[in-house]
């Protein structure tokens, strides 16, 4: 099965920055699980003018998230509300949880 976001139509600077580190979906540059603060302004920036292009943005993350922290720990896993607050909950117009 392919991701959802393989191909997004672009793709937020992210690259060389606080980017994920798969399959453990943390922060390159050390800050935590991704996506960590400063990977969330970047990504707040990139999209501020389409927040529903981020929030699909961040499915597609969510998504692959899920996949491979399955694999690695079926048993001890954040659960689903957890995971979605973490990569999809953040990106409305609120302040950051
Ligand atoms: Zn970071």
Do not use: K, Q
Request: charged share 20%.
């Amino acid at each position: 099965m392919s991701s959802p976001h393989a191909t997004p139509a672009r793709r937020p600077p992210i690259a060389v920055g606080h980017a994920p580190v798969r399959p453990i979906w943390v922060c390159r540059r050390g800050c935590g699980t991704w996506p960590c603060p400063s990977a969330r302004l970047t990504l707040r920036a990139a999209y501020d003018d389409d927040l529903v292009g981020l929030a699909v943005e961040m499915a597609g993350y969510l998504f692959d998230a899920t996949g491979d922290l399955v694999r690695l720990n079926p048993d001890d896993m954040p659960g689903p509300e957890a995971l979605f607050t973490r990569f999809v909950g953040w990106t409305r117009r609120t302040p950051f949880t």
